[in-house]
């Protein structure tokens, strides 16, 4: 791979250094006249991919449309670009599965709920990076959890994702067969996002690892939900084990985004403020103008930064 | 329980039976002052569910808002109702996270992708029903899917939902254990829907059983996806052995959804037009206008029905 220059998005490093390609790990793709993108109303013959997203250096992903717009404004105007804030277009606007905006180098992208709509998300993008032939991308998760043991408001930067047994890996079922992916991030980039957060004052922020549950009531040990068969203690006993594991968040997308950015080749970090700690609380807030003031942009400002 | 009178809506029962209510399964409920449907944006105090929702009769659930909102503003032109149909509200325009319109006794409702996604929202929309004090209701996924031996428009009503090894269960991980839940429907209900369709020209039905997978790309044996390491011959093995198990559409959806049907005393089914039949073509149809024509509406008129 031929050295070239890096972009000018604030990287310390200096000069030449070879630069790394989003991998796709399919050999079918090749042989293909056409890809369509099909969940975001994208295709390889109908849009010229490169020349829309050849520039991007970093992807930033949540589950909600609004937010993850909200986001797109909050980059525009911090990085000062030209134009309206209100003109952001939604690029996927063909179809309601995603949203996506594109902002100078940065594309905030909303994935839903849940691994298995991140996984359509994370496959359809990696495919778009590597048509658009970007190199040296970064991807963050960033979003909202439930702390364990922490106070609401804290940003917790993601270690290693772990699933419901603590175990840091991803069972992908594969044509009927149990594939184990690992859930292990890049290290160098969480202590880089550590960094950034110090810089921010009155911003508490913590390396830990983040559970993946596939279920907000049963699978979190909430006490609210349609079903509910465990006592107060048991959820309690739970929690304190998933924290002795070194549990600070949970969630419902960071295995597959961990695996994903693995096995392609993408530096990535999970990146959430925690809401209510859920140990101590059996609910969410149900207002997040409830919580503390800089709450909502944390993780926005330190993946800025 | 007081026998009281049957709903209006068609129903073949004369006079007075015993009617059935939706169960939620969890007594910290009872103690709490307030339920908060949070991803509904709906609470106990701030809104009197039973007066909003309590002739509810029929919810409709399928994965895309605007999908959603096409078919209540369907159901509102075939049951002659008053009012403007460009005037239907989502109810839960509040949040992104789910669009939610009522139309006379018929509740139609988004659920975004995959089993954790649709998992919050029936848990929300059990409790809705209970609070609201809603009786003998039956529940439909109505949505699309990848066939399995079928042509493209066929409507497959679901006799029993699998997971990826042809079981027909669904595991729940709660606090860390599994726990598996049956994922057999009403089979008078199917019946039903198979009745129902006879009676429209020219709408190919089956009833089979419907798998449901973790992953749109590797789970369901696409070719097209980011990562891809097995060949086609070993997808089109895959999909002959789901055949022989009864296997007739894959979705990502309805494992979860038959198992709380059944733990909540729900009817429910999942009944779902396939698009290009998985095993033939390793693609997703781009535009659905490429469609045999009846193919959008196919699901709904059965609903309907």
Known sequence: M???LLNSMGNEHNGYIEQEK????NPHLDSMEE?????FNLSTKTHNLPEMFG?????CVGGSANRMKAFAQFIHQELNLQGNVDDIRDICEGTDRYSMYKVGPVLSISHGMGVPSISIMLHELIKLLDHARCRDVNLFRIGTSGGVGLAPGT????DKAVDSFFRPQFEQVVLGKVIVRSTELDEELARDLLQCSAE???LPTVIGNTMCTHDFYEGQGRLDGALCSFSTEEKLEYLRKAHEAGVR???MEST???AMCRVCNLKGNATSSCQGPTHRHPRVLQHRQDLPKPYNHTPNAVTLQ
């Open 256 to 258: 597959v985004f961990a």
């Open 155 to 158: 940003v917790v930067i993601t």
């Open 200 to 202: 921010i004052p009155n």
């Open 249 to 251: 968040n949970i969630e």
């Open 2 to 4: 031929a050295p070239i």
């Open 55 to 59: 520039d991007i250096k970093f992807v």
């Open 35 to 39: 890809d369509i993108l099909y969940h």
């Open 22 to 25: 989003v991998y796709v790990k």
